[in-house]
């Protein structure tokens, strides 16, 4: 079980956080993770596997005027 923005979601371990975003729609460009209480680097969302108690929080970045 991960947590991912507050929700318990299954079967997510042994993804990689991005796969993770990319089947659940997020443009990882706009994007800004953090895994278990630290920001993770853009370039360490290939290599990133996601495992059973991870818990992630991910913040979109809107544009506006």
């Keep these: 079980m991960i947590k991912v923005n ?3 979601i299954e079967n997510l371990a042994d993804k990689t ?5 990319a089947e659940s729609g997020y ?3 706009r994007v800004a993770v953090e895994l278990n209480g630290g920001i993770l ?7 990133t596997l996601l495992q059973d108690g ?7 970045f809107v544009g506006g005027g």
């Design 41 to 47: 680097p853009k370039p360490q969302y290939e290599g």
């Design 27 to 29: 443009d990882i460009g």
């Design 54 to 60: 991870d818990c992630i929080e991910i913040v979109s």
């Design 17 to 21: 956080v991005a796969e993770y975003l």
């Design 6 to 8: 507050g929700e318990s």
